[in-house]
């Protein structure tokens, strides 16, 4: 099951996307929310930073591929869809990107 998708009532610049290194995670502010930001080719995606299972910063987690491990009790999340795939109860809430004249832009609902 794929974690839930906000749907965008209107997108937010947070980054140039040359900033958003693959790899790694890039955290990113949206008013008082840290988003988490990952880089895959050409593609951002971009998740809730907080970790649904206790709060670890995702955005900090070691990167393989599209998944990201959450430093606090190293459970596996796939950034693409928002799947944890140490256990299905905890997906990871993810928000749309657009990525336009070198800018990331993600979409909030607010
Ligand atoms: S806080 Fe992320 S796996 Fe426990």
Same mark, same amino acid.
């Given at each position: 099951?794929?974690?839930?998708?906000?749907?965008?009532?209107?997108?937010?610049?947070?980054?140039?996307?040359?900033?958003?290194?693959?790899?790694?995670?890039?955290?990113?502010?949206?008013?008082?929310?840290?988003?988490?930001?990952?880089?895959? $080719? +050409?593609?951002?995606?971009?998740?809730?930073?907080?970790?649904?299972?206790?709060?670890?910063?995702?955005?900090? =987690? /070691? %990167?393989?591929?599209?998944?990201?491990?959450?430093?606090?009790?190293?459970?596996?999340?796939?950034?693409?869809? $928002? +799947?944890?795939?140490?256990?299905?109860?905890?997906?990871?809430?993810?928000?749309?990107?657009?990525?336009?004249? =070198? /800018? %990331?832009?993600?979409?909030?609902?607010?």
């Amino acid at each position: 099951m794929a974690g839930p998708i906000v749907e965008a009532t209107r997108y937010v610049d947070v980054s140039d996307v040359e900033a958003v290194k693959e790899g790694e995670g890039t955290i990113v502010f949206v008013g008082v929310r840290r988003l988490a930001l990952f880089r895959v $080719g +050409d593609e951002v995606h971009c998740i809730e930073n907080r970790c649904p299972h206790a709060g670890g910063f995702l955005g900090l =987690g /070691r %990167v393989e591929g599209c998944q990201v491990r959450c430093p606090r009790h190293d459970w596996a999340f796939d950034f693409t869809t $928002g +799947d944890c795939l140490s256990d299905p109860r905890y997906d990871v809430r993810r928000y749309p990107v657009r990525v336009e004249e =070198g /800018r %990331v832009l993600v979409g909030v609902a607010e």
